[in-house]
């Protein structure tokens, strides 16, 4: 008897839950009504808050780092559709803390604009639909379904399509018919099938239309905007152009396409500076070859690895150092686990990495995920050598390093040759040196000093894009300090 309650009771549960595609359209449209979707066109609205740069945290375990917007205007015509975004950010970290290009000078004016044409990638046409009415209105154009859910008590009717990513796209709409929550996956080369998602809350009446006051936007698990809005504009006659004459970008490649080939310099005996995109040293040892960087993205590292064998045949790579975990140095991670190289990098960072290499990636799969491979990841404290009795890199922790507590440099003594990520980013051999100079700059100096280092060269993994040969004079000199060394 016990077992066939159960029965009825999980066919209860099933027939409950079920998604219905006819409901749906009854909750989009009594949606839509009680939101003003068909009445309200476009929209512009002011804001002021805060914004957040993706995956620049100062360390594993803190968000991502916040910038002031003083100002922030959107405008949006959901018939085109197309959006345009207007902001003066100003520096929200003090002292600077993390990445982001870091530390914001003054006032920072930035412009988006997204015109949706038949190539726009999804996560830009997302800006759009994961608006209230952008999801309203794509919601009905697609074959959505229901279910009802209940959470934090509340009760919300969840209404489901899929996007051209092949992720699902919730929506949860309460009990007044307004919509309270976007959420979706898109796919980010490091962290994978990483959430994105829209909060709205505090709506209010504007030209016959409810619009959210308060706007949070959420990607990898930290929040990526969140907004007051001051002043909204129903039905704005707002003029959205492409910039020079351009939609929407290209279609995103898939992840493990090749990227364009990677030019070397020979900086040594065996030991190899790649660029063309993020700097990077390869260095031949008895039985393996060691890397440090790896590009900042799949098809970089692709394009290094395919250099590296061409360079140093017939061994494996079995190290890839890691300077430390940002987004940009760390979207290439993934191509060597697929290599079954060993990542090394501070134990700051370990587990963080292990967590985030190993998560899916299906939405648009690389060679890890292809492979099914897993990291294998080595944490070093202040000091690790390499050496094969040849050659030799050290790593080296950066102690009071505000741009991120886990960073790395590597030093090779026979060459006397640094390589430093965000220490000191070059600018053109023109530019002046900034005023007060950058924490970041100063504190790589302190820590060279502190080593006592025999630098001649230096190389940013952020290359000078005219290609010099930077020196240490020239570092001193960013920060007002004298002498070409230590």
């Not at 359209?25 to 609205?45: E, F, H, R």
């Not at 686990?337 to 990495?353: C, R, W």
């Not at 030799?392 to 003594?413: C, K, R, S, V, W």
């Not at 051999?429 to 000093?449: H, K, V, Y």
């Amino acid at each position: 008897m016990f077992k066939k309650s159960l029965a009825v009771l999980g066919l209860f549960v099933v027939l409950v839950w079920t998604p219905s595609a006819q409901d749906a359209k009854a909750v989009i449209a009594n949606a839509s009504k009680a939101m003003g979707v068909d009445t309200l066109k476009t929209v512009q609205y002011s804001a002021t808050g805060l914004d957040f740069t993706l995956g620049q945290a100062p360390n594993p375990s803190s968000p991502w780092p916040k910038f002031i917007n003083k100002s922030y205007t959107r405008s949006i015509n959901f018939e085109t559709p197309a959006s345009k975004v207007d902001r003066v950010r100003m520096q929200g970290e003090n002292p600077p803390r993390g990445g982001g290009q870091q530390p914001v000078v003054g006032e920072q004016p930035q412009t988006q604009t997204i015109i949706v044409g038949a190539d726009t990638p999804w996560v830009q046409q997302l800006e759009i639909w994961m608006m209230p009415h952008g999801f309203l209105r794509a919601a009905a154009a697609r074959n959505a379904t229901v279910e009802a859910r209940t959470l934090g008590g509340k009760k919300y009717n969840v209404v489901t399509f899929t996007g051209d990513n092949k992720a699902k796209v919730n929506g949860y709409i309460n009990e007044q018919n307004m919509v309270e929550r976007v959420e979706t996956l898109i796919d980010n080369p490091f962290l994978g099938d990483m959430p994105f998602e829209a909060i709205y809350s505090d709506y209010k009446d504007v030209g016959g239309a409810q619009f959210p006051m308060h706007i949070v936007q959420k990607q990898g698990g930290y929040p990526i905007f969140d907004l007051n809005v001051s002043d909204v504009k129903a039905n704005a006659a707002v003029n959205i152009q492409a910039p020079q004459g351009r939609g929407g970008a290209p279609a995103a490649a898939a992840a493990n396409a090749p990227g364009p080939a990677a030019p070397s310099e020979k900086l040594g005996d065996g030991v190899y500076l790649i660029t063309g995109g993020y700097a990077v040293i390869a260095v031949d040892f008895k039985d393996y070859i060691a890397l440090i960087e790896c590009g900042q993205s799949e098809p970089r590292a692709l394009a290094v690895i395919a250099e590296t064998k061409r360079l140093i045949p017939n061994k494996p790579i079995k190290y890839l150092i890691n300077t430390h975990s940002h987004i940009d140095h760390s979207s290439g991670l993934r191509a060597f686990v697929a290599e079954g190289s060993t990542i090394i990098t501070h134990q700051v960072n370990k587990a963080y990495l292990e967590k985030i290499l190993s998560a899916p990636h299906t939405l648009n799969p690389d060679k890890a995920q292809l492979a099914g491979k897993k990291p294998v990841i080595e944490a070093m404290g202040e000091k690790k050598v390499l050496t094969d009795g040849t050659h030799t890199i050290e790593l080296y922790h950066l102690q009071n390093f505000p741009h991120h507590d886990g960073m790395i440099i590597a030093y090779l003594p026979k060459e006397k040759v640094l390589l430093e990520a965000d220490g000191y980013n070059p600018q053109a051999a023109t530019a002046r040196p900034p005023n007060p100079p950058s924490p970041f700059t100063t504190s790589l100096l302190d820590n060279i000093q502190r080593l006592k280092l025999d630098v001649q060269r230096v190389v940013p993994v952020h290359y000078p894009a005219d290609n010099r040969v930077v020196t240490m004079a020239e570092i001193n000199r960013w920060v007002g300090r004298t002498g070409s060394a230590n």
